[in-house]
């Protein structure tokens, strides 16, 4: 799987970059003060961008209306067994 960069990224490489990049970048804020507790942030592995909702849906979805070609890692805040899925997910044409 590409990325806009050119990059080729595969399931672990999408984890481990999601990975840091959220303890590296993004838990601090979006950990801080307690409110985000088992909400889903959804991570751009390119951009470092995010989004944060209450159902991995709503985080991709989220998202993806700012970068549409994200390459998304999904963790759970504040939680110490992450729920991840890397990869990019293309809405299907609707059928006539």
């Known amino acids: 799987m590409r990325g806009m960069s050119g990059r080729l ?3 672990d490489e999408i984890a481990r970059r999601g990975k840091d990049l ?3 970048r993004i838990r601090k804020e979006v950990e801080a003060d ?6 889903f942030v959804a991570v751009d592995v390119e951009s470092s961008d995010h989004e944060i909702a209450d159902n991995a849906l709503e985080a991709g979805a989220g998202l ?3 970068r549409p070609d994200a390459v998304v890692y999904l963790v759970r ?3 110490p067994s992450a ?4 990869g990019r997910f293309r809405a299907k044409p609707a059928r006539a």
């Open 34 to 39: 307690g409110a985000n507790e088992g909400r």
């Open 83 to 86: 729920f991840r899925l890397g």
């Open 64 to 66: 993806r209306r700012r």
């Open 9 to 11: 990224h595969d399931k």
């Open 77 to 79: 805040a504040g939680r």
């Open 22 to 24: 959220y303890e590296r």
